[in-house]
């Protein structure tokens, strides 16, 4: 079975820090993209950030470019999303998500993942 698990969730005010993380088990996704998502109620999950097997491509919202950044540590089968200056408007539950298609590039669309977490919470209260 694969699990993707996500951590570091919380509340923050406008302006601070925070830093996901994401465990995988069951697989390795060493060649696979991973990413995130976010989703608030009654909208869309939203693509965040992604990044294919090695970090050499990375793909990014225009939404938070400047602010987050994806990385990877593939000894640990894991990815992480620090964000920085946080907004109330990045207030969501973000979801980590791998990809079943090997050496491919991180997609933006919902579809283009295979597996995902169970989602963590970050609100930031203005």
């Known amino acids: 079975q694969v699990l993707l698990v996500e951590s570091g969730g919380g509340l923050v005010q406008t302006g601070d820090s925070l830093r996901l993380s994401c465990v995988a088990s069951?697989?390795?996704?060493?060649?696979?993209?991973m990413g995130w998502f976010r989703q608030t109620p009654g909208k869309e999950r939203e693509f965040v950030a992604g990044?294919?097997?090695?970090?050499?491509?990375?793909e990014e919202a225009d939404s938070v470019k400047g602010r987050f950044t994806v990385s990877r540590d593939n000894a640990k089968n894991a990815v992480y999303l620090q964000m920085n200056l946080l907004k109330p408007e990045d207030t969501a539950i973000y979801y980590c998500?791998?990809?079943?298609?090997?050496?491919?590039?991180?997609?933006?669309?919902?579809?283009?993942?295979?597996?995902w977490g169970q989602g963590t919470q970050v609100t930031v209260s203005s």
């Open positions: 990044a294919n097997g090695d970090a050499s491509t990375i």
């Open positions: 069951g697989r390795s996704f060493n060649f696979n993209p």
């Open positions: 998500v791998g990809d079943d298609k090997v050496f491919g590039r991180p997609g933006r669309r919902s579809s283009d993942y295979d597996y």
